[in-house]
């Protein structure tokens, strides 16, 4: 079945210092989706992409999807304390539009 | 507007109870999602729903029936609870292309 991986599963790094995750797809996607997930909460959109090599930015979040349409990433420049979470990549199954596969998360630990 | 809201936020079953999530969503959204999140693990669908009067199995169903009577609303129910089914439940419900939108969560504990 569709498998949707992300790496790291965790990092930690101190206020200041950038930090990327990576999500890789075992099927071609016809769009992904970003979401963040507060310790605590529940998880939250934060951005779709559609277009192969789609690059979008909010603030000091930069998102890509790649050329071949079946990884993503999301950096994030100097990090906060604010940024701490888990972030999920996701994407459609294959073969119908109602359905969507969760990566497996990257946790975000951020300090001072 | 409340977006997604779920019912109750906790609770704490015996292994054999029953029991039923409700989520409801004042979006008008025609699909609504019911997800297991277990620590340190991403979210797993259990069942979802494209419409009023219909459901659908997702990748762990086994122990879970649901049923959306009315548009706004879809329910989760436990007839038999295990220990296994400890987790977090997440509703969410989405309109078009797939962006979903998440209640606030029902932590359970099975003994």
């Known amino acids: 079945g569709q498998q949707v991986m992300q790496i790291p599963q965790y990092q930690h790094v101190q206020e200041g210092e950038d930090f990327t995750t990576y999500c890789n797809s075992s099927t071609t996607l016809s769009n992904i989706q970003w979401y963040k997930q507060r310790p605590g909460g529940h998880p939250v959109f934060l951005i779709q992409?559609?277009?192969?090599?789609e690059v979008k930015k909010q603030k000091r979040l930069t998102f890509q999807f790649g050329e071949a349409k079946k990884n993503s990433s999301l950096h994030i420049t100097a990090t906060q304390t604010t940024d701490v979470g888990t972030y999920f990549c996701a994407g459609p199954y294959t073969g119908t539009a109602s359905k969507l596969t969760f990566g497996t998360g990257t946790r975000l630990q951020v300090t001072l | 507007n409340a977006g997604v809201t779920q019912t109750p936020k906790f609770r704490v079953l015996k292994t054999g109870q029953s029991m039923t999530l409700l989520c409801a969503q004042d979006?008008?959204?025609?699909?609504m999602y019911w997800y297991r999140q277990d620590p340190g693990m991403g979210l797993r669908l259990i069942h979802y729903s494209v419409g009023e009067g219909t459901t659908a199995k997702g990748e762990v169903p086994d122990g879970y029936n649901v049923s959306r009577l009315k548009k706004q609303n879809f329910l989760l129910g436990l007839e038999s609870a295990a220990p296994s089914q400890t987790s977090v439940y997440f509703c969410?419900?989405?309109?078009?292309?797939?962006?979903?939108?998440f209640g606030p969560g029902t932590r359970l504990t099975v003994l």
């Open positions: 979006m008008n959204h025609e699909y």
């Open positions: 969410a419900s989405s309109l078009v292309y797939h962006t979903q939108y």
């Open positions: 992409l559609v277009k192969s090599g």
